[in-house]
């Protein structure tokens, strides 16, 4: 049985989001958590809160155990990119993108 868990609009481009989501492809649910408690990035403290969701929505939906459950997919993808523009020399502007991500973890019982 899979469940997933969606994390929108985090204010953090997806190409830094990626390469923690990588880190737990394939691993069990509980040895995830573990590896992202120990990633000195920002982006894993959003990736263990969405991993902490779909293993409570795999528990209460589906009435899974944590210990059986693996994480089957994990995924950054880009979400909104926010356009404001500074002001440069001469009277010109300069264009500034605040990027930001959608995380989708989606947990099996295998």
Same mark, same amino acid.
């Given at each position: /049985?899979?469940?997933?868990?969606?994390?929108?609009?985090?204010?953090?481009?997806?190409?830094? /989001? +990626?390469?923690?989501?990588?880190?737990?492809?394939?691993?069990?649910?509980?040895?995830?958590?573990?590896?992202?408690? /120990?990633?000195?990035?920002?982006?894993?403290?959003?990736?263990?809160?969405?991993?902490?969701?779909?293993?409570?929505?795999?528990?209460?939906?589906?009435?899974? @155990?944590?210990?059986?459950?693996?994480?089957?997919?994990?995924?950054?993808?880009?979400?909104?990119?926010?356009?404001?523009?500074?002001? @440069?020399?001469?009277?010109?502007?300069?264009?500034?993108?605040?990027? +930001?991500?959608?995380?989708?973890?989606?947990?099996?019982?295998?």
């Amino acid at each position: /049985m899979e469940t997933q868990a969606i994390t929108k609009n985090i204010p953090m481009s997806a190409q830094k /989001m +990626r390469e923690v989501v990588r880190q737990i492809q394939g691993l069990p649910a509980q040895k995830a958590q573990a590896v992202l408690s /120990m990633v000195p990035r920002k982006s894993a403290r959003y990736v263990a809160k969405t991993l902490k969701s779909a293993i409570a929505n795999a528990e209460n939906n589906h009435s899974a @155990k944590a210990q059986n459950l693996v994480v089957q997919e994990a995924v950054a993808q880009t979400g909104l990119t926010y356009k404001r523009f500074s002001p @440069k020399a001469r009277g010109s502007a300069g264009p500034i993108l605040k990027r +930001r991500c959608h995380v989708r973890i989606v947990v099996s019982d295998e």
